[in-house]
């Protein structure tokens, strides 16, 4: 049973540019959460996907996008990236069934922006 | 917006020590979950605590949830080289996302 899977695992981007960060959740999960954990800090959350609709989504601005497929696997589009935006960003996935709310985290993809 | 505290931030301890770590929410929770972070690693479920008042105990560790659903607590006994890592409590308000609090990151001398 494969867990959550990302990529790529690391990535260097220049200021300005657009990055798309990709994630396949575990098995029988259906929502896909995202999240920034800057150096030394605890995740933040960027939003959730269910159902192929953003259902929350945290204080961050519109430059972060996403989407989730029809095979619940998930993107994270940042544009105009910023040097504030150097992070390791994690997918967690969990499910709405039986109101668990377990969260199995992805190993993350660090984002370095120069 | 709902802000989760935890403290303390750092904490080193012989091995064998017991270590505790305290996590406060600015609002009342509707439940409350555990992450253990090693480093160069990514956060890994330890619990989920609902209840008031709620302990649960995992071999050494112990978690429990305040009365008024605002704090909790992690507690592991006689700590191991392998408890090393930033443990991190995420607090959720009904039917909003999950807060994460900053962690305490923990280091066990041998």
């Known amino acids: 049973d494969a867990g959550v899977t990302q990529s790529p695992t690391h990535l260097i981007k220049t200021r300005g540019q657009q990055v798309t960060l990709r994630c396949s959740p575990k098995s029988g999960h259906d929502t896909v959460s995202w999240y920034q954990q800057a150096l030394g800090q605890g995740p933040q959350f960027i939003f959730q996907y269910y159902e192929e609709e953003e259902r929350q989504r945290g204080n961050f601005p519109d430059r972060f996008s996403g989407h989730q497929f029809p095979n619940y696997s998930s993107e994270l589009n940042v544009n105009a990236l910023l040097l504030g935006d150097s992070a390791l960003y994690l997918c967690a996935s969990s499910t709405m069934t039986g109101g668990s709310y377990e969260q199995y985290f992805g190993p993350g993809t660090r984002l370095t922006v120069t | 917006g709902q802000q989760v505290m935890q403290i303390p931030q750092y904490q080193h301890v012989q091995e064998g020590e017991d270590f505790t770590t305290y996590c406060n929410s600015s609002?009342?929770?509707?439940?409350i979950q555990w992450y253990k972070q090693r480093p160069g690693g990514h956060p890994v479920f330890l619990i989920q605590l609902v209840k008031s008042g709620e302990v649960k105990k995992q071999k050494r560790l112990t978690f429990q949830f305040g009365e008024a659903k605002k704090n909790s607590s992690l507690h592991i006994t006689a700590t191991q080289t392998t408890d090393v890592g930033t443990y991190f409590c995420?607090?959720?308000?009904?039917?909003?996302?999950?807060?994460f609090g900053p962690g305490t990151r923990l280091s066990v001398l041998p």
């Open positions: 995420a607090g959720r308000n009904y039917g909003q996302n999950f807060v």
């Open positions: 609002t009342t929770l509707s439940n």
